[in-house]
C-alpha cells in the first residue's frame, strides 16, 4: 500500500455560508473569521488545515507499522483529529461572540451568545458537510460525501482523492479488515477468531465498513456538540446571564474597573481565568462581586491584567 503524503482535493472546501448575520463592522469581522476558519474560496482554512496535517500523520503511522498495530494507530490520529477539531470550534465560537458582543448595535440587542451558538454550528455543519450540528435531531453526512468518511478513506486506503469518486463508487470501497494484536485487551475486544484474523488481503464488508465509519463520525459529532456547550455555557455567564434573568453585575465596581481592562486585551472573563491559572467560576464570581478572594488570588489577578493589586477592586 502506498504511503504518499495526503493532500486535500482540489476543490473540497469551496462551500460557503450564504445567509448575511450581520452589517457593516460586525458582517466583515465575520466574513473575516469564516475565512480564516472556512478558508476563501479557492483555499483551506482552520479546520481543514489541521484535519489535513492529522490525515498525512495518521496514514503515516498506519502504513509504517506492524499489521496488528494499525487499528491502535487509526484511533489515536483519530482522536487527534477530534481534539483538535474541538479546541478550533470552541476558538472559533468564542471569536464569533466577541466580535458580536462589541457590535451588538448592528445586530438590534441580540444575545452574542446564542448568535455564535447558531454560527460555529452551521459553520462546522457545512466544513463536515453534515445535515445539522444545531439541536438534538439526528444528524447525518450528505450524499456519503461527509468529512469524516473523507478523512477514515484517506488514512485506510491512503486515497486522497475520495470525495471526487461517484457515490456508487465511494459506497463500494471497503475497509481492510487489520488484525488484532497480541495483548489481553486486544484478544477480549476482539471476541471469538474468524477467517480473517490476520489476513491482510481481506477487507471489512459493506456493512462493516459502514459501522466503522458511521461509528467514528457519530463520536466526533457528541464530542463537538459537547465543546460547543460547554463554551455557550461560560459565555452566557460571561454575559451575566443566570436563569435567563440579567444579573446586576454590568453596574457593579469590578465590573466596571475590570471590564475596559479586559476589552483591551480582547479577553472574555474565560480568557482572563486562563491567564491568571485560576478556575473560570472563581474569577467570575469575583467580577460579578459575589465573593471576597483570598491575597494570593487577587494577586494572580491583578498580574493576569498587568496593574498592581492594590489597583484590583476589593
Same mark, same amino acid.
Given at each position: ?27 466583515n ?16 482554512g ?19 507499522t506492524?499489521?496488528?498495530k ?36 448592528e ?20 466544513? $463536515? ?13 450528505i ?25 456508487e ?34 477487507? $471489512? ?23 460547543i456547550?460547554?463554551v ?14 440579567l ?10 474597573r ?12 474565560n ?14 464570581d469575583?467580577?460579578?462581586?459575589k ?22 477592586p476589593?
Open positions: 500500500m502506498s504511503t504518499a503524503t495526503i493532500k486535500p482535493a482540489k476543490g473540497a472546501r469551496k462551500q460557503k455560508t450564504s445567509t448575511r448575520t450581520a452589517s457593516g463592522a460586525a458582517e469581522a465575520i466574513t473575516s473569521a469564516r475565512e480564516l476558519w472556512l478558508g476563501p474560496p479557492d483555499g483551506f482552520e479546520f481543514e488545515n489541521e484535519t489535513w496535517a492529522c490525515e498525512s500523520s495518521t496514514a503515516e503511522a498506519i502504513h509504517g506492524k499489521p496488528e494499525r487499528r491502535s494507530a487509526f484511533y489515536h490520529g483519530f482522536d487527534e483529529w477530534r481534539k483538535k477539531l474541538c479546541a478550533s470550534a470552541s476558538r472559533y465560537y468564542n471569536t464569533c461572540f466577541e466580535i458580536v458582543r462589541a457590535n451588538r448595535a445586530h438590534d440587542g441580540a444575545n452574542p451568545a446564542e448568535f455564535a451558538m447558531a454560527v460555529t454550528a452551521k459553520d462546522l455543519s457545512t466544513f $463536515l458537510r453534515l445535515s445539522s450540528l444545531e439541536g438534538k435531531q439526528g444528524t447525518r453526512e450524499g456519503l460525501n461527509g468529512r469524516v468518511r473523507e478523512f477514515v478513506r484517506n488514512v485506510c486506503l491512503n486515497y486522497p482523492d475520495f470525495q471526487l469518486l461517484e457515490a463508487k465511494r459506497e463500494a470501497s471497503l475497509l481492510p479488515r487489520w488484525p488484532w494484536g497480541r495483548t489481553l485487551g486486544a484478544l477480549i475486544a476482539r471476541g471469538p477468531r474468524t477467517p480473517a484474523d490476520g489476513d491482510e488481503s481481506t477487507t $471489512l464488508t459493506l456493512e462493516e465498513s459502514e459501522q466503522f465509519i458511521l461509528g467514528a463520525e457519530e463520536t466526533l459529532i457528541k464530542d463537538l456538540r459537547r465543546a456547550a460547554h455557550h455555557r461560560i459565555a452566557l455567564v460571561d454575559l451575566g446571564r443566570v436563569g435567563g434573568q444579573t446586576g453585575s454590568s453596574t457593579n465596581e469590578r465590573e466596571s475590570i471590564r475596559p481592562l479586559l476589552e483591551r486585551k480582547g479577553w472574555s472573563t480568557d482572563w481565568a486562563v491567564d491568571s491559572g485560576l478556575d473560570f467560576h472563581t474569577v467570575s469575583y467580577l460579578e462581586g465573593t471576597r478572594p483570598y491575597a494570593n488570588t487577587r494577586t494572580k489577578l491583578a498580574k493576569s491584567l498587568g496593574i498592581d493589586i492594590t489597583e484590583l476589593r
